[in-house]
Structure formats: structure tokens, C-alpha cells
């Protein structure tokens, strides 16, 4: 009797794939037929599962007829899994081991340190959505940014979603911060994916944003300078420029 091999390619988390498992008598024309009387699972702790068997068994498997199983792989992690079938004959009994492995996309989202920006003014930085699992996923435009008072994301790039991102591949977004007042600003973004159950956050599916506010502004040391000089006396009176801010202040002429 001849037995296929069945060794299943990586299968997503959660997802169920059926193979058909075929034995064959090959004796030559003539010769004896196999009594086969069961087939089971060796294991059978439902990582797989025997779904059908054809012809019925008990059945005589006369040279050059087949016997079909059909096994079913459903992973629920991200591990390699094997049973075995076991068939039983009058002879012998025939073990076939059975192999699968499970897989997942996984996101993995960066954040975002603005520093100090200018009340009024506004600054954009990028960030980066990485796909560090085995399969692709797609990032969706579905996404979440908590606080759009004083953030947002570039419009442009914005359009780029929906996109996939292949097993190792990175998309890069660019988000802006405008702050309004002199209070620090912090916010999340909740990335929104087809990645499902347990692994769409297993790593990082958020991005975090954070802005400094700075005032900017320079003024004189004093309000007023009055002095008395007399004629043909030379009087030095120094007055500071004062930068009053928390920004860098740039002074082009006074």
C-alpha cells in the first residue's frame, strides 16, 4: 500500500483549510486486497481534524483502489502543529504524520515627538505603520486620532489608505501639530486593520503624538529710556533686547 504525504503550507490564524489524503494498494493485478478496518487521528487534539473517509470503513482495498481521507487544519496560534494519521489493516498499522503551521499579519505603528512649536505655527513629522508578521494585512481608513483640535493628518496622505502592507514592508504617514495654546498637547491614534482576534494588537497598533506649545516674542528691557544730555557730552546708555519667550527669537533689524 502506498500513502501520500500531506503537509499543509502556513494558514492564517483562525482560518480553516481541507486536504484529501489518498492510500493506495499498488499490488499488481490479481494480488491480495488490504482489509482496512479504521483511521484516526493520533493526537486528535484539534489542531486537525478526520472530516470525511471514501469508500465507508470498514472495506477490502483491492490492488489499484484508493482510499480517500479528508483532514482539516485549523491553527490557533502561530506554531508549528503535527499529528498523524493512523490507519489500521489485518497487517499493519500505516502512520502518516501530518504537518501545519500557523500564521499572522502583525502592526506595529511608531510615534510622534513634535518638541517645541510656536503657538500658531505648525510643524509635521512622519510616522511609520510596519507589518512585522507572516501574511499581509490591510491598513484601512478607518483609523482614529483622538484630538483633532490641534493634530491632523496630511490630506495627501491620508488618500493613500486603504494600502496593504506585505510581511516586512513599512508605510509611512505624515501627521501635523498646530498648537493654539501654552498647554503641552498629547493625543493617540488607533490604527484600524483586517488583522483579527488576539494578534490585531499583539504588538502596537497605536501611534502616540505629543507637542511642546512655546510663546514666542522679544521686548525692550525697559518701557521708556528718557535722559538729560548736554551739548557735546557723549552719554552711553545701554538698553537689552529681551527675548521673553520660550522660542528662539530672530531679529532682522531695530
Known amino acids: 500500500i502506498r500513502i501520500d504525504s500531506l503537509k499543509y503550507p502556513t494558514i492564517k ?15 499488481k493485478p490479481g494480488g491480495k486486497p488490504v482489509y482496512v478496518s479504521s483511521a484516526k487521528l493520533s493526537k486528535d487534539d484539534g489542531h486537525f481534524k478526520l472530516l470525511s473517509v471514501s469508500p465507508v470503513l470498514p472495506v477490502n482495498l483491492s490492488p489499484g483502489d484508493t482510499l480517500k481521507i479528508q483532514i482539516c487544519f485549523n491553527p490557533n496560534d502561530t506554531f508549528a502543529f503535527d499529528d498523524s494519521v493512523i490507519l489500521k489493516t489485518t497487517c499493519f498499522d500505516a502512520p502518516l504524520p501530518i504537518l501545519g503551521a500557523g500564521a499572522t ?5 511608531t510615534d510622534i515627538d513634535f518638541g517645541d512649536v510656536v503657538v500658531g505655527g505648525t510643524v509635521c513629522k512622519e510616522l511609520t505603520v510596519s507589518n512585522r508578521g ?18 491632523n493628518m496630511d490630506p495627501t496622505y491620508a488618500g493613500y489608505l486603504p494600502h496593504t502592507l506585505l510581511p516586512g514592508e513599512s508605510f509611512k504617514l505624515i501627521f501635523c501639530y498646530t498648537p493654539k495654546t501654552l498647554v503641552p498637547d498629547s493625543t493617540t491614534v488607533d490604527w484600524n486593520t483586517d488583522i483579527e482576534g488576539k494578534f490585531a494588537g499583539q504588538i502596537k497598533s497605536w501611534s502616540y503624538l505629543k507637542g511642546n506649545p512655546i510663546k514666542p516674542g522679544v521686548q525692550w528691557d525697559r518701557p521708556t529710556q528718557l535722559d538729560s544730555v548736554i551739548c557735546d557730552d557723549e552719554v552711553i546708555v545701554r538698553v537689552k533686547l529681551l527675548n521673553t519667550s520660550t522660542a528662539q527669537a530672530h531679529v532682522s533689524s531695530v
Open 134 to 151: 507572516k501574511l499581509p494585512f490591510l491598513l484601512t481608513q478607518n483609523w482614529l486620532l483622538h484630538n483633532t483640535n490641534v493634530f
Open 105 to 109: 499579519p502583525l502592526i506595529y505603528a
Open 13 to 27: 490564524v483562525g482560518q480553516e483549510v481541507c486536504s484529501t489524503l489518498v492510500y493506495i494498494n499498488t499490488d
